[in-house]
T-cell receptor
Framework: SQQGEEDPQALSIQEGENATMNCSYK?????LQWYRQNSGRGLVHLIL?????REKHSGRLRVTLDTSKKSSSLLITASRAADTASYFC???????????FGSGTRLQVQP | GAVVSQHPSRVICKSGTSVKIECRSL??????MFWYRQFPKQSLMLMAT?????????EQGVEKDKFLINHASLTLSTLTVTSAHPEDSSFYIC?????????FGPGTRLTVT
């Protein structure tokens, strides 16, 4: 399967700043999702955006999707130390049944 | 939301032995479950798709005779790592297909010594 690419690979910011991560993929998708993973732990589902949506908000999270560019971005506003984690995009290819994950962004929020 | 459990959460085994990991959907039935593997500081890679009552579908490069998958009921899938080697040490995460999401288990940390 074609894994998604995320950038940056790692991001370090100060508390209160915004964090933006980008995801690119190569296939046609039904939807794109973002997950958070704390070190050594399981996944936490953050948000799902469907292929016919362009932007979605959930609390301090804002996700955009541009299917013409095959890219998505996750913006975390007013970051907190507790946001420190790895963030993965995941997408459902139209021809597959399982989620394919991006390469991930490691976010470090300094208190 | 739907809950998926995994057991055990951590397991240490010796080289050459086999270890079984269970994945259960606790409050919904899942005809399809997925097994992922995650090496340190890497992303999740799909290993196989588990279908209730039929054979699993393995991703390219995953040895089906080494990673045995059984999906005998609508709420349980098992992954058995046979003749484990140190390079099989990894974080194994199962997932059950729901609507509209896939629901993920908390993962199993396998260490092969």
């Amino acid at each position: 399967s074609q894994q998604g690419e995320e950038d940056p690979q790692a991001l370090s910011i100060q508390e209160g700043e915004n964090a933006t991560m980008n995801c690119s993929y190569k296939t046609s998708i039904n939807n794109l999702q973002w997950y958070r993973q704390n070190s050594g732990r399981g996944l936490v589902h953050l948000i799902l955006i469907r292929s016919n949506e362009r932007e979605k908000h959930s609390g301090r999270l804002r996700v955009t999707l541009d299917t013409s560019k095959k890219s998505s971005s996750l913006l975390i506003t007013a970051s907190r130390a507790a946001d420190t984690a790895s963030y993965f995009c995941a997408f459902m290819d139209t021809g597959r049944r399982a989620l394919t994950f991006g390469s991930g962004t490691r976010l470090q929020v300094q208190p | 939301g739907a809950v998926v459990s995994q057991h055990p959460s951590r397991v240490i085994c010796k080289s050459g032995t086999s270890v079984k990991i269970e994945c259960r959907s606790l409050d919904f039935q899942a005809t399809t479950m997925f097994w992922y593997r995650q090496f340190p500081k890497q992303s999740l890679m799909l290993m196989a798709t588990s279908n209730e009552g039929s054979k699993a579908t393995y991703e390219q490069g995953v040895e089906k005779d080494k990673f045995l998958i059984n999906h005998a009921s609508l709420t349980l899938s098992t992954l058995t790592v046979t003749s484990a080697h140190p390079e099989d040490s990894s974080f194994y995460i199962c997932s059950a297909r729901g609507v509209p999401e896939q629901y993920f288990g908390p993962g199993t940390r396998l260490t092969v010594t």
